[in-house]
Nanobody, 115 residues
Framework: QVQLLESGGGSVQAGGSLRLSCEAS????????IGWHRQAPGKQREVVAT???????TYADSVKGRFTISRDNAKKTVYLQMNNLEAEDTAVYYC?????????WGQGTQVTVSS
């Protein structure tokens, strides 16, 4: 069984940076693509960035050039480096892993950006 644990959220001023971590435990060999998603108050959850098992990445247009997703297979951890944060980035950020034919979500971590 796979478990995901997010960390690294917090409060920053606009223009600041944060790095989120998603550490996987359990049967991690079954994990395929891992993604970061976010949900702002009153809005639908949206995908922010994804990284495949082989390292291919995708980004939402709103974060291109500011966010970078990466993975350290040895540490079983996926990171989301967020630079030049904007107030619109305020949301709960969730890690999601494709596992077998399904998916698994982490518990989420709050990111608050003040302008």
């Amino acid at each position: 069984q796979v478990q995901l644990l997010e960390s690294g959220g917090g409060s920053v001023q606009a223009g600041g940076s944060l790095r989120l971590s998603c550490e996987a435990s359990g049967s991690t060999s079954s994990i395929n693509t891992i993604g970061w998603h976010r949900q702002a108050p009153g809005k639908q959850r949206e995908v922010v960035a994804t990284i495949s098992r082989l390292g291919s990445t995708t980004y939402a247009d709103s974060v291109k050039g500011r966010f970078t997703i990466s993975r350290d297979n040895a540490k079983k951890t996926v990171y989301l480096q967020m630079n030049n944060l904007e107030a619109e980035d305020t949301a709960v950020y969730y890690c999601k892993a494709g596992v077998g034919g399904g998916s698994l979500w982490g518990q989420g971590t709050q990111v608050t950006v003040s302008s």
